[in-house]
């Protein structure tokens, strides 16, 4: 790798760091970042909405290591809560092993000056005592100061509260839940809880419960209700995604009893007789994601103002209501979007595209705002950069299937080498957004395909359930057509085809060598290789998972067997080149160890790199670019080039 592309990926990574976990309260932003050398300390840090020169106020000591690990995959790790005119800050230490809790509020116009822009009203107070197990940062705070939230002991999820004038407490445990429970929230008042619930054999995204909760003036639950109702999922499997107050008796979430996730406004009034007040359906459109990790946000605002974001097509849309009523869409450049947050007309997200690194965006919607406001968006375009173009071929069951292309950058071959992508998830999905690996490629000369295989989101829920029962078939299938017809249009070398894919990826990476000769070798990252494996061995989480994307373990134990790439590695006679962290909780490297002398043995150009101090996704800048450099290198004499 030379010295150029070395400083690409640092400057890459590097800008990807600042602003995790945004967050707007009144005209304050705050999130997260790394304080010191190491990656094991963090602190919340503040500054004035839409002052991105201001010099940030570091709220909390670099004492702390912020993280959620809520259900293996964890999600936001603090919350900011307005209440009683102050700012209400609640994190979780994974130093401590507890909850942590400061109170603020807004600083007078001489500290603002030396940039310190909340005051603390209360120091810092660890509430709960150290625990061995995992909270969620959906926490709620009732009027007799209590906080509310759902934390994981010993593989069971359980409603807890905590006494906001105590420190160093037990958790007291309210409600004990059947299995999975998440997205906690309530009402301004905090009388009305609500969360979800899912329990085997599904994953959230697959099917879940609505419960609503009503509590009494002493903090204790009088009453719980699952929401049911015959349009929606009395008689179906439905998901729902990210319920959310918008008053004191409305809420807000979606659902895809429709085959996609559209828009639900539910009245609490009596919660002995919830009711839907509107129901927005329409296609092609997701209002929500697969609920891999919490606190994702599609949602925010209030009934007279609310926001809302949606996946049109390969973008996304910004709606603003009022009263239940659409007032206005407005499309954004971007491919994808997070940290999303409103406060009254105040938006807040970060966004990335096809051509530029995530940018904070921050907008005042008390301004006149145009339907398309990408104008008033300050953008640094990368120059020579590949764009996506959308590409639909048939797949498995010939049915139409989603890709993305990326035309080489450089005239290096007289055909351009071409390399498929094979997203994780595998409930996941490309979105088109800037990538420095495939930019990597582009730019020297080789073709790039990601495929969005049967299975993927955001493209529906029936395309999401092409893969029930058939993963390690359907995805790998997609691959390879896709791979035929690019060959076949003449556009890339038939021999020089080369397929990536990292942890889910690398099982359909692996398994498209083995069945035809469309690819000449394969690169994978901490692949998933043995089925049986994951089955007794996953994390609780997706411990399920297996039984709507291969079947039932007893009833299908074969189709384990037959589909676990450790099964039929011998057969594999083509390079393979795999990089494993010595540190993956979630797939054991002494997997890949044990096909290690197999795969060397059957090509010599087959190699198996280990890294110490790296788990399930490379953080370490010298990693990636040794991945990167080994990668080129084992192309080179893979493909003869």
């Known amino acids: 790798m030379s010295n150029f592309d070395k400083l690409k990926v640092r400057q890459n990574v590097s800008k990807k760091k600042a602003y995790k976990e945004l967050t707007i309260i009144r005209n304050t932003i705050i999130w997260i970042d790394v304080v010191g050398a190491g990656q094991n300390h963090n602190a919340i840090f503040a500054r004035p909405f839409n002052e991105k020169d201001a010099f940030p106020q570091q709220l909390t000591s670099k004492e702390y290591n912020i993280k959620n690990n809520f259900h293996g995959y964890g999600g936001k790790s603090y919350k900011c809560i307005d209440f009683k005119n102050n700012f209400y800050l609640i994190w979780i230490d994974q130093l401590s092993k507890a909850v942590w809790f400061q109170i603020f509020k807004n600083a007078g116009k001489n500290d603002r000056s030396q940039s310190k822009y909340l005051e603390s009203v209360q120091e810092p107070r660890q509430l709960s005592k150290s625990t061995e197990g995992n909270f969620d940062a959906s926490f709620v705070i009732s009027e007799n100061f209590f906080l509310y939230g759902i934390c994981e002991i010993n593989n069971r999820d359980y409603l807890f509260s905590l006494n906001l004038e105590k420190t160093k407490q037990d ?37 879940n419960d609505l419960f609503f909760a009503q509590m009494d003036f002493d903090g204790s639950i009088t009453k719980i209700k699952r929401f049911s109702n015959k349009l929606i999922n009395s008689q179906k499997n439905v998901s729902f995604f990210q319920p959310y107050w918008i008053s004191e008796k409305l809420l807000v979430c979606s659902e895809d009893s429709s085959g996609w996730w559209n828009l639900l406004f539910i009245d609490v009034s009596d919660i002995e007789r919830i009711f839907i007040t509107k129901r927005v359906n329409r296609k092609l459109i997701e209002y929500g994601a697969p609920q891999w990790v919490s606190g994702i946000t599609f949602f925010s605002g209030t009934i007279k103002n609310l926001f809302c974001l949606a996946k049109k097509e390969n973008s996304w849309i910004l709606e603003q209501y009022t009263d239940l009523v659409l007032v206005k869409e407005f499309s954004t450049p971007f491919t994808s979007i997070s940290d999303f947050s409103v406060f009254q007309n105040k938006v807040l997200l970060r966004g990335y595209g096809s051509d530029f690194l995530g940018i904070v965006l921050e907008i005042d919607f008390a301004e006149k705002v145009l339907s398309n406001f990408s104008e008033r968006i300050h953008i640094d ?47 996941s999905f490309f979105d088109g957004s800037y990538n420095s690996e495939v930019q990597y490629w582009t730019s020297k000369g080789f073709f790039v395909a990601e495929v969005n295989y049967g ?49 889910a990826g690398g099982l359909t990476a692996l398994n498209c060598l083995l069945c035809g000769s469309i690819f000449t070798a394969a690169i994978c990252k901490y692949p998933v290789i043995d089925l049986k494996d994951m089955h007794y061995n996953t994390h609780r989480f997706e411990k399920d998972y297996l ?37 993956d909780t979630v797939i054991s490297y002494k997997q890949t160890l044990k096909i290690q002398e197999i795969l060397i043995q059957n090509n010599k150009y087959s190699e198996v790199i280990f890294f110490e101090n790296e788990g399930h996704g490379f953080k370490n800048i010298e990693t990636k670019e040794v991945v990167m450099q080994k990668s080129q290198d084992f192309l080179k004499n893979a493909l003869n080039i």
């Open 171 to 207: 958790i007291y445990r309210i409600k004990k839940f059947e299995n999975f429970a998440g997205d906690l929230s309530s009402n301004p008042s905090a009388s009305l809880l609500s969360w979800i619930e899912w329990d085997s054999p599904y994953m959230p995204w697959e099917k």
């Open 381 to 427: 375009h990368i120059k020579d950069c590949s764009k996506p173009e959308t590409f639909w071929f048939k797949g498995f069951g010939d049915q139409s299937t989603h890709s993305f292309l990326y035309k080489p950058l450089v005239e290096n071959f007289r055909k351009p080498p071409l390399l498929v992508r094979a997203h994780s998830g595998p409930t």
């Open 547 to 583: 039984n709507s994307l291969v079947g039932n373990y007893a009833k299908n134990h074969d189709d384990y067997i037959i589909r676990s790439p450790i099964n039929n590695i011998n057969k594999i006679k083509k390079p393979i080149l795999l990089f494993h962290g010595k540190k």
């Open 455 to 503: 299975g993927s989101s955001g493209f529906g829920k029936a395309y999401r359930e092409r893969l029930n029962y058939k993963w390690g078939i359907v995805d790998s299938y997609d691959c390879k057509a896709l791979a035929l017809e690019l060959t076949k249009s003449n556009l890339v070398d038939s021999e020089k085809v080369v397929i990536s894919g990292n942890s």
